[in-house]
């Protein structure tokens, strides 16, 4: 069992940054790909990132491709997400996921086991 919990979103201006980080508990913390994923008002969650075990393999949407980029500190037990240039179309819920260990880094929501609660990032124009 994996509990996740987000934290750093806020509000910023349209070309600011933030880092979000996400806080797991237990100790196979280090066999889990994790995910970030957000969901704006009125749609579905959408894939944002990802990244392997070891932190070798990353993914990215192309909406974020060269502005956001995903870590992990596999000793701290948190996975990081640091936006740059941030785009008020950025603004929705984010939330970090783990999946189940053994399994490459994936984009479908579906696929991920456990999820944390979200964390709001609000960017205006």
């Known amino acids: 069992q994996v509990q996740l919990v987000e934290s750093g979103g806020g509000l910023v201006q349209a070309g600011g940054s933030l880092t979000l980080s996400c806080a797991a508990s237990g100790r196979t913390f280090s066999r889990y790909a994790m995910g970030w994923f957000r969901q704006a008002p009125g749609k579905e969650r959408e894939f944002v990132a990802a990244i392997s075990w070891s932190g070798g393999s990353t993914d990215y949407a192309d909406s974020v491709k060269g502005r956001f980029t995903i870590s992990r500190d596999n000793a701290k037990n948190t996975v990081y997400l640091q936006m740059n240039s941030l785009k008020p179309e950025d603004t929705a819920v984010y939330y970090c996921?783990?999946?189940?260990?053994?399994?490459?880094?994936?984009?479908?929501?579906?696929?991920?086991?456990?999820w944390g609660q979200g964390t709001q990032v609000t960017v205006s124009s």
């Open positions: 996921a783990a999946d189940l260990p053994g399994w490459p880094i994936r984009r479908k929501d579906y696929e991920y086991d456990y």
